[in-house]
């Protein structure tokens, strides 16, 4: 693998990182009932809570 591919890689896996690190807390509290606002299947259902912290730990490690 050439150098440009390796930094590309790493920008990639890195803003993937960012937006589950955005998007993982938000799951986590639709799924704990605490962001209610609009009408969403995701509010109250405990499933996103973990899945929401899955997220934002995948992308923790991947920032890493």
């Known amino acids: 693998m050439s150098c440009d ?7 990639a896996f890195r803003v993937m ?9 938000i799951w986590f509290l639709l799924g704990a ?3 209610t606002a609009g009408n969403s299947p995701m509010i109250g259902d405990t499933r996103w809570e973990f899945y929401g ?8 490690v991947l920032r890493a």
């Open 5 to 11: 591919e390796e930094s590309t890689l790493r920008i």
């Open 53 to 60: 912290g899955l997220a934002a730990l995948i992308g923790v």
């Open 33 to 35: 009932n605490v962001l």
């Open 17 to 25: 990182g960012v937006l589950l690190l955005l998007m993982g807390p």
